[in-house]
């Protein structure tokens, strides 16, 4: 396991777990509402730019999503290109698969702003970090190193065998 890969996977899951809290504030305070049902777009200058504060929130909580989102994506692509296990390959593609159902319940919640919406949309954000959890303790726990590694281990000790 290479200690890129590590610091990869464990920076994408300390900023998954920092967006579920700003998702947490952002709907607390009904930053969704300031768009009026015109997502993507919100209010301010052509609808791109804050007008507010909580607009503001609204606004920036989906620029860390969008940059949790290339992490997750990331590590995914990470994952399934090294030599990793199975299971971190599984767990960071079950977050990359609930990702774009994670935008649209995200979308939803600024249309259908309420309980069901907000579980919904908090839902899929756990799931993506329980996976993003565990394909990071994974990385940081698995022994097993890519095939090379693990035949030059072996031929050295069957080396010192003899």
Sequence with gaps: MTTRFRRLVATTTVLTFALILLGVYTGA????LTCEARWPFCDGWM???????ASFVEWFHRLVAMITGFGILGSTIAAWRGEYSRRIKLATGIATVVLPMQILLGANTIFNFGATAQV???????????SMVAATAWAYTDTAESPSVQSADSQHAARADD
């Design 120 to 130: 919904l949309h908090h839902g899929a954000a756990q799931l993506i970090f329980g």
């Design 47 to 53: 609808g791109l730019f804050p007008a507010n504060w």
């Design 29 to 32: 305070i009904g930053a969704g």
